[in-house]
Every structure is written in C-alpha cells, then in structure tokens.
Nanobody, 121 residues
Framework: VQLQASGGGLVQAGGSLRLSCAAS????????VVWFRQAAGKEREFVAA????????YYTESVKGRCTISRDNAKNTVYLQMNILKPEDTAVYYC???????????????WGKGTQVTVSS
C-alpha cells in the first residue's frame, strides 16, 4: 500500500495550494481518507476527512471555510484545496486512510509521507 502526498510548497499568506494524495495497492473506495498536519514541535492534528464515496466531509474549526476536501475514486486520489492560507497553516501535511470514523492518528490504517506547506507572512 502506498499513499503519496504532493502539492506542498512555499506560498505567501492569502495564497492557495492544492494538495493531492494518490493511493495504490488498496481498494481506495473502501476507505475514509483523512488529512493531518504537524507543525514543528507540535503534535499531529486532524485537518479534514472525507467519506468513502465523498458524501460527507468534516473539517477542523481552524480551516472551515478555507479548505475543501474532495476525492476522485476513479483516480484513487484525494485532494485538499487550501485557500486564504495563514502562517499558522505551516506544517507537514499527511494523508491517511481509515475504515472508521474517528480521526485520531492512532485510528488510521495507512499513512503517506508528508508534504511540506510553508506560508510566509
């Protein structure tokens, strides 16, 4: 199983990025998919989640209205569109899969390597 996160980079505050998480080696549509992030010196935290068929989504309060999670099961890919980025969004972003609907890092089945997002002020 592989989850490959990409799309990170350096952006100015107020800018946008679209992260992608491409999956292989699993039946992608069987899993809910979650984005986490981890800033330097901090614990990994939940960002957003999307159900197997994309029918529901869930966001942490700090990104609501600024981020949109979506998925294309035909492409085995989940996206995180991030707008109006803030310096506090700076972190390594990870995607992960889960059968369940709890969003703790310990509940995930598979993890991808992260992609760095840096927002300058």
């Amino acid at each position: 199983v592989q989850l490959q996160a990409s799309g990170g980079g350096l952006v100015q505050a107020g800018g946008s990025l679209r992260l992608s998480c491409a999956a292989s080696g699993l039946t992608f549509s069987n899993y809910n998919v979650v984005w986490f992030r981890q800033a330097a010196g901090k614990e990994r935290e939940f960002v957003a989640a999307i159900s197997r068929n994309g029918g529901w989504t869930y966001y942490t309060e700090s990104v609501k209205g600024r981020c949109t999670i979506s998925r294309d099961n035909a492409k085995n890919t989940v996206y995180l569109q991030m707008n109006i980025l803030k310096p506090e969004d700076t972190a390594v972003y990870y995607c992960a899969t889960t059968y369940g609907s709890t969003w703790s890092p310990g509940s995930m089945n598979y993890w991808g390597k992260g992609t760095q997002v840096t927002v300058s002020s």
